[in-house]
């Protein structure tokens, strides 16, 4: 079975700091995508970054960019230089071919950037 | 393109009442999906058109609710006698597939349909 794992409910980080939110996943998939979404409180889904399990390097979006550890399973995000406006929920996603076309979403992380 | 559309945005409506939702792709993408997304909660997905065939169902999507996108443009997702726990916020989002693969740019999702059942 698939498996999307956000352990952190809520993480705290100032503004222009660097966050990591993490994200664990399980597939017997070879072929995989993993997703970042963020989801400010008007609802929307925002795609960030995509990482694909045969990409060599690290997917890097403006201040966004992911820490992709294939043989931990994990795709931790890293935010740099935090902004009040990234305060959202930030949802890790997987995409393979066992599961279908449907993108399987962890609990998400709640994201509080203070001034 | 304004991106993916949903309507309502809210709906309040009485336990054991029927409600339909709206949702309106990016025009030239040829997969829509539904999701449900309860509070805390990752959206869960329901189920996919690739045109207008519907492809998948989750076991999530009871006899009460359908889903249909009859030109394969649009599509509505329709509950009937709704119960409390259909309570969530209904997400639609809409990707161009080719092939077997998946687009490196996940899906574009809407807004959302925010469900209450009093």
């Known amino acids: 079975a698939q498996k999307i794992t956000q352990t952190q409910p809520g993480m705290f980080v100032q503004e222009k700091e660097a966050v990591t939110l993490d994200c664990t996943y399980d597939t017997s998939d070879q072929s995989y995508g993993l997703f970042w979404y963020k989801q400010p409180s008007s609802g929307e889904m925002i795609f960030l970054i995509y990482q694909g399990s045969y990409d060599e390097q690290n997917a890097t979006e403006g201040r966004y960019s992911l820490n992709f550890q294939k043989a931990r399973k994990s795709a931790n995000l890293v935010i740099s230089a935090s902004q009040l406006g990234d305060s959202a929920m930030y949802f890790c996603?997987?995409?393979?071919?066992?599961?279908?076309?449907?993108?399987?979403f962890g609990k998400g992380t709640t994201l509080s950037v203070s001034s | 393109d304004t991106g993916v559309s949903q309507d309502p945005r809210h709906k309040i409506t009485k336990r054991g009442q029927n409600v339909t939702f709206r949702c309106d792709p990016i025009s030239e993408h040829n997969r829509l999906y539904w999701y449900r997304q309860t509070l805390g909660q990752g959206p869960e997905f329901l189920t996919y058109?690739?045109?207008?065939?519907?492809?998948?169902k989750s076991r999530l999507l009871s006899d009460r609710f359908s889903a249909e996108r009859p030109k394969g443009s649009f599509s509505t997702l329709e509950i009937q006698r709704t119960e409390q726990g259909d309570s969530a916020m209904y997400l639609c989002?809409?990707?161009?597939?080719?092939?077997?693969?998946?687009?490196?740019?996940?899906?574009?999702f809407g807004s959302g349909t925010r469900l209450t059942v009093v």
């Open positions: 989002a809409s990707s161009l597939q080719q092939g077997l693969g998946w687009t490196n740019y996940g899906y574009t």
């Open positions: 996603a997987l995409w393979g071919y066992q599961a279908g076309t449907a993108l399987i």
């Open positions: 058109f690739q045109n207008e065939a519907q492809l998948e």
